[in-house]
Nanobody
Framework: QVQLVESGGGLVQAGGSLRLSCAAS????????VGWFRQAPGKEREFVAA????????SYADSVKGRFTISRDNAKNTVYLQMNSLKPEDTAVYYC???????????????WGQGTQLTVSS
């Protein structure tokens, strides 16, 4: 089992920046890809970004491309999501998840964190 814990959420003004962290523990010896997803009230959970184990491959949703950057530090078992130029529509609960390979589909992810709230005020 792999446990994932997100942190770094909070309240930020539009145009601001924030960095989310996803710390993994447990059976982290496997070479897992990690993705970030978000879910706004009344909406389905959606893909935000993902990174392969090596960090070479990255994928972003069109809505965040150019504003968000995903990165990882495997020595710390941590994946980051740097979010810049935040917009009110970025407001959501952000979840990190782990999978055997980089993917954009929720169903491909085996392990999920509990989520962290991001609120962007206008």
């Amino acid at each position: 089992q792999v446990q994932l814990v997100e942190s770094g959420g909070g309240l930020v003004q539009a145009g601001g920046s924030l960095r989310l962290s996803c710390a993994a523990s447990g059976r982290t010896s496997g070479e897992l890809a990690v993705g970030w997803f978000r879910q706004a009230p009344g909406k389905e959970r959606e893909f935000v970004a993902a990174i392969s184990w090596s960090g070479v491959l990255r994928s972003y949703a069109d809505s965040v491309k150019g504003r968000f950057t995903i990165s990882r530090d495997n020595a710390k078992n941590t994946v980051y999501l740097q979010m810049n130029s935040l917009k009110p529509e970025d407001t959501a609960v952000y979840y990190c998840a782990a999978a055997r390979a980089l993917a954009r589909e929720l169903g491909r992810y085996d392990y999920w964190g509990q989520g962290t709230q991001l609120t962007v005020s206008s």
